[in-house]
Nanobody
Framework: QVQLVESGGGLVQAGGSLRLSCAAS????????MGWFRQAPGKEREFVTA????????YYADSVKGRFTISRDNAKNTVYLQMNSLKPEDTAVYYC????????????????WGQGTRVTVSS
């Protein structure tokens, strides 16, 4: 079983930055693609970004492209989400997920999920 634990969420002002981390354990981290998803209050969970197992391929939702960057450090079994130029619309609980999938896979294709970390962006 793979366990994922997100961290780094918090309160930030609009225009600010935040970096989320997702630490994995209990599996072979390097074989999994990793994705970030988010769920805003009153809305469905949505795709944010994903990165391939090697780190050679990434994919971003249009809403975050140019502002967010996903990266991974397989030696640390950790994936990161650097969030810049944050907007109030980015307020959500952010979840990381792992799966042997491509970077454009839907959330149903991911096998393992963290419990989320909350990000609040004030205006």
């Amino acid at each position: 079983q793979v366990q994922l634990v997100e961290s780094g969420g918090g309160l930030v002002q609009a225009g600010g930055s935040l970096r989320l981390s997702c630490a994995a354990s209990g599996g072979t981290f390097s074989i999994y693609a990793m994705g970030w998803f988010r769920q805003a209050p009153g809305k469905e969970r949505e795709f944010v970004t994903a990165i391939s197992w090697s780190g050679g391929s990434t994919y971003y939702a249009d809403s975050v492209k140019g502002r967010f960057t996903i990266s991974r450090d397989n030696a640390k079994n950790t994936v990161y989400l650097q969030m810049n130029s944050l907007k109030p619309e980015d307020t959500a609980v952010y979840y990381c997920a792992a799966g042997r999938v491509g970077v454009r896979a839907t959330q149903r294709s991911y096998d393992y999920w963290g419990q989320g970390t909350r990000v609040t962006v004030s205006s």
